[in-house]
DNA sequence: CTGAACATTCAGTATTGACTGAAACTTCTG
DNA sequence: CAGAAGTTTCAGTCAATACTGAATGTTCAG
């Protein structure tokens, strides 16, 4: 009963805990996220998550539906099986880089009120529409950066369709 | 003696304070950088800052550090004032983009991980494959896009040299 | 309808970590 | 050297919040 992780995994599923738990998220999200990433098979209950990450299933509930709903993890059910499944889909990465572009929007919001306030001094003006314009260009420039390699990366896959969801015969 | 700050003052530097501390700094450093690139004149005094964001010494000093070392704020002293002064130059825009720079090169690292530990299984290798390859691309591309913004805007700066530091004649 | 198998909710707990403020330290002036 | 002005350190406080686990809600089989 007890899944058994190496150290390797646990480490990576730490890791993740860490550097999403450090941005924002929960530590909880990215363990979930990490097992999700590694484990087999690639669809989980909410059971088996919550014994490898040794968590309360409460947690992983509360969990699930951060990640589902910032489009990081899929839920899905099976016919004459009461419980959910969870994955981590490709899609989960088109969240994530999108995600970085709100990060970059909300920032230049931020920008543009600092902007508003800065009326009376033509030097504050000077560094505030500096700050705004870089932070602008970045959240311009990001999607144009992220659409080209979604668009390289889905051209190769039709010239070169691997197998990607395998099972290997071991 | 108090330094009134405009209401839209304020929500811009709680704004800063709220998106950094959200973003793995403490909202003090939010705040600071916040009123850094508000404040007039430029330079400040700790016992300045302090008052403008009604926080104690300790805080500051701490803070300023954070900020100094990832580059965002510049000391400077002056002959004949023991005082130290703050403030955030140019350069703390770029500090900032490479800042995010780190971030994705310390996500790939993870992936690296992820990918060393899921050795048994074909599907965790690509899910982690493909995860790496996404995180690795913006890593690589992130520099070259801020290196054009930089080189544009340096030849801009160049062409047509606008007072940057001014003062107005009010 | 009843009970079993899951999932979710939420009050409580524990931990983390940001900030305060007083004491210690440094540096400059007279 | 004495003292003033300023800065840094650090132990303690307080608030935020991630997680637990028991109770509640939901869905389906018989």
Same mark, same amino acid.
């Given at each position: ?5 190496? +150290? ?33 098979? +690639? ?12 968590? #309360? ?29 969870? %994955? %981590?889909? +490709?899609?989960?990465?088109? #969240?994530?880089? #999108? ?21 009376? #001094? ?34 190769? =896959? ?8 395998? =099972?290997?015969?071991?």
């Amino acid at each position: 009963m007890a899944t058994i992780l190496t +150290p390797a995994q646990s480490a990576f599923i730490e890791e993740m805990g860490q550097f999403l738990g450090g941005y924002g998220m929960t530590p909880m999200a990215g363990r979930m996220w990490g097992w999700l990433l590694l484990c087999d098979p +690639p669809e989980q209950t909410a059971a088996e998550i919550a014994e490898a990450l040794q968590a #309360s299933r409460g947690a992983i509930s509360g969990t699930a539906r951060i990640l589902a709903s910032a489009g990081f993890i899929r839920r899905t059910t099976r016919r004459g099986d009461r419980r959910e499944y969870f %994955s %981590s889909p +490709p899609e989960a990465l088109d #969240s994530m880089l #999108s995600n970085a572009g709100v990060i970059y929007r909300r920032l230049r919001e931020i920008a543009e009120h600092g902007l508003a306030a800065s009326g009376n #001094s033509a030097s504050a003006e000077a560094r505030l529409r500096e700050f705004h314009d870089v932070v602008a260009f970045i959240e311009a420039e990001l999607p144009r950066l992220i659409d080209g390699f979604l668009r390289d990366r889905a051209a190769n =896959k039709t010239l070169m369709p691997v197998e990607a969801g395998g =099972k290997e015969p071991s």
